[in-house]
């Protein structure tokens, strides 16, 4: 069992920034891929960015520009920095990691970003 536990959501106006961490617990060895996914109201949920812990990284359209996807291995976390925020870029925020059989999800972090 892998165990995610996210920080750093909040509320903020539009064009500022908030930085996600995200730390991993139990069996972190068979750890691959990290990242981030979204959630909004009424939306599903969508892919943010992930790094494959071997020095791959990918976002989003929504994400490009923006976002930075950071992981550090010797920490066991993955940090997702969040500048020039949009009021769209509000929901909860996943953060997920991969072993060769499953899939852990944290409980999610709420971002609000108002105009």
């Known amino acids: 069992q892998v165990q995610l536990v996210e920080s750093g959501g909040g509320l903020v106006q539009a064009g500022g920034s908030l930085t996600l961490s995200c730390a991993a617990s139990?069996?972190?060895?068979?750890?691959?891929?990290m990242g981030w996914y979204r959630q909004a109201p009424g939306k599903q949920r969508e892919l943010v960015a992930f790094?494959?812990?071997?020095?791959?990284?990918r976002y989003a359209d929504a994400a490009k520009g923006r976002f930075t996807i950071s992981r550090d291995n010797a920490l066991n976390t993955v940090v997702l920095q969040m500048n020039n925020l949009k009021p769209e870029d509000t929901a909860v925020y996943y953060c997920?990691?991969?072993?060769?059989?499953?899939?852990?999800w944290g409980q999610g972090t709420q971002v609000t970003v108002s105009s």
């Open positions: 997920y990691g991969d072993t060769y059989d499953n899939r852990y």
């Open positions: 790094d494959t812990g071997g020095g791959t990284t």
């Open positions: 139990g069996r972190i060895n068979g750890l691959s891929t």
